[in-house]
C-alpha cells in the first residue's frame, strides 16, 4: 500500500525557513517523479514542485522559485520541500505527491500545514 | 502559467448527470493529452479520478468519465450519488518549464 506522511509544517514568521518532509513507503520510491502541491485556507490546490525519480531534475512554479528548493534522498526514501524568505501568502497546507511522469499524480498524502505569521 | 478556467459551482440532483469544463490554451491542455481531475472532499486529501484527458484509475466508479475537445477538457459525472458532493480540480501539463497548471475548482453539490 503506497503511504505517504509529511511533517516540519508549523507556524513561523515572515522571512524565516522551514524543511518540509515526506516519507514514501509502498512502492519503488526512486523510480518515480515526486511534487509538492500546496492549497492556501479556503482556496485551491496549486503546484509548487516536481523533481524527477533520480532527482536530476526540478522543477518550480515562479511563485517560489528562488526561494524554495525541493531534493530527495532515495536511500531513505523521502522528499523534501526546503522554504525560504517565507511570504504569509505562502501559508497553505503542502502536500505531497507521488507522479507519474509529469502526467498527474496518483497517491497524495495528507499533507502538512505551513503558517507564516508574525 | 495562467490558471486553468473552471465553473466556481455547478448542481445536480441524484441520478442525474453532471459535466465540469475546464478550459485553458494550446500551451496546456489543447498541447497535450495528459489532463487529470481530482476530487477533495472537506478536511481530506485530493484522490485522483481520472488521468490522461479519459482513462480511470482503478477503483474509480465508470460514472466518472473524462473527455477533451480543443483547449477545453470536461468531467462528467452520470448517475450522481451524494457521495459525489466535493470539490473538483483540472490539471494539465504545461510544458517543461512550469509542468503544472490547476484549474481554480469546481464545488458539486447534490441536491
Known amino acids: 500500500e503506497v503511504q505517504l506522511v509529511e511533517s516540519g509544517g508549523g507556524l513561523i514568521q515572515p522571512g524565516g525557513s522551514l524543511r518540509l518532509s515526506c516519507a514514501a513507503s509502498?512502492?519503488?520510491?526512486?523510480?518515480?517523479?515526486m511534487n509538492w502541491v500546496r492549497q492556501a485556507p479556503g482556496k485551491g490546490l496549486e503546484w509548487v514542485s516536481a523533481?524527477?525519480?533520480?532527482?536530476?531534475?526540478?522543477y518550480y512554479a515562479d511563485s517560489v522559485k528562488g526561494r524554495f528548493t525541493i531534493s530527495r534522498d532515495n536511500s531513505k526514501n523521502t522528499l523534501y520541500l526546503q522554504m525560504s524568505s517565507l511570504r504569509a501568502e505562502d501559508t497553505a497546507v503542502y502536500y505531497c505527491?507521488?507522479?507519474?511522469?509529469?502526467?498527474?499524480?496518483?497517491?497524495w498524502g495528507q499533507g502538512t500545514l505551513v503558517t507564516v505569521s508574525s | 502559467q495562467s490558471a486553468l478556467t473552471q465553473p466556481r459551482s455547478v448542481s445536480g440532483s441524484p441520478g442525474q448527470s453532471v459535466t465540469i469544463s475546464c478550459t485553458g490554451t494550446?500551451?496546456?491542455?489543447?498541447?497535450?493529452?495528459?489532463v487529470s481531475w481530482y476530487q477533495q472532499h472537506p478536511g481530506k486529501a485530493p484522490k485522483l479520478m481520472i488521468c490522461?484527458?479519459?482513462k480511470r484509475p482503478s477503483g474509480v466508479p465508470d460514472r466518472f468519465s473524462g473527455s477533451k475537445s480543443g483547449n477545453t477538457a470536461s468531467l462528467t459525472i452520470s448517475g450522481l450519488q451524494a457521495e459525489d458532493e466535493a470539490d473538483y480540480y483540472c490539471?494539465?501539463?504545461?510544458?517543461?518549464?512550469?509542468?503544472?497548471?490547476f484549474g481554480g475548482g469546481t464545488k458539486l453539490t447534490v441536491l
Open positions: 505527491a507521488k507522479g507519474n511522469a509529469l502526467r498527474y499524480s496518483d497517491y
Open positions: 509502498g512502492f519503488t520510491f526512486s523510480s518515480y517523479a
Open positions: 523533481i524527477s525519480g533520480s532527482g536530476v531534475s526540478t
Open positions: 494550446s500551451s496546456d491542455v489543447g498541447g497535450y493529452n495528459y
Open positions: 490522461d484527458v479519459t
Open positions: 490539471c494539465s501539463y504545461a510544458g517543461t518549464y512550469t509542468p503544472w497548471v
